[in-house]
């Protein structure tokens, strides 16, 4: 199927990084909030990048207004409901992420497929909130940044078709990026490695192995790591690291390998989530 329209549930980090990346390889994009100032911040992360894009000449003026008309934002998923593909971006809870699949099978056609960006839970478990449409949802992980990172983790659930699957690697091509199949277990392939490998650098600090900056310069020059693994945790968020090693724990047999550390988890209950919100592990200067 030539996928027309794309509709994004969420206008958070990842749900306007999809937006934008379809935009530009020539998709209408419409992103979907309730929450109208989080529909203002999309709006202009788009305007900033497009811009940002034209000025380095990674794109044309052309282009930019191509995409800028490509992008839509609204309030409800009924405003959307002409969209013949469906990403959901929400916050990574398995009941939240429910709830959503079923308004969206009320508010879109019957032969829209349903992605899920999540990062670590299980695809059959959500497709489950929609029995009649198991067939239509799949998992589409993208990564951080959207419109740089060139994966996109492809996770089949028990029912997903093979036309789904077809459909989704070919979308995912189409929007410039590398599909890679990964079986429907908790945290899938990419947080199963990553996640244990965050906890343990958490662990070596609470343990005084070394101090997190020490810690993040042994892993970036003995690693060769473009960012340690506690700058990386403050980046995607420490209370989404903490999120999806509890998934990962509960899905896992709960191995204690995947239980959050505590310091991890002070951190987050301090408010103290990283880069969105200027400490965590690190402090961070305002803009």
Known sequence: MAVQKIAVIGGGTMGSGIALTAATHGIQSVIVD????????????????????????????????????????????????????????ATENVDVKKSIFKS???????????????????????????PDASHRVIGMHFFNP??????????????TSEETTNATLALSESMGKIPVPAHDFAGFVSNRVLMPMINEAFHAWTDGVAEPKDIDSIMKLGCAFPMGPLRLADYIGLDVCRDIMMVMYNGLDENPKYFPNQKLVALVEAGHLGDKSGQGVYEYEQG
């Open 146 to 159: 959207v419109p740089i990172m060139k994966l996109v983790e492809v996770i089949k659930g028990k029912k």
């Open 104 to 130: 969206m099978e009320s508010a879109f056609g019957p032969n829209t497929v349903f992605a899920t960006n999540t990062s670590s839970i299980s695809i059959t478990d959500l497709a489950s909130a929609i």
């Open 34 to 89: 309730i929450h109208e100032e989080q529909l203002t911040r999309a709006q202009a992360y788009h305007a900033k990048q497009i811009a940002r894009s034209i000025q380095k000449e990674r794109m044309t003026e052309t282009d930019g207004k191509v995409a800028t008309e490509n992008l839509s934002y609204v309030s409800s998923m009924e405003d959307a409901n002409d969209a013949d593909w469906v990403v959901e971006a």
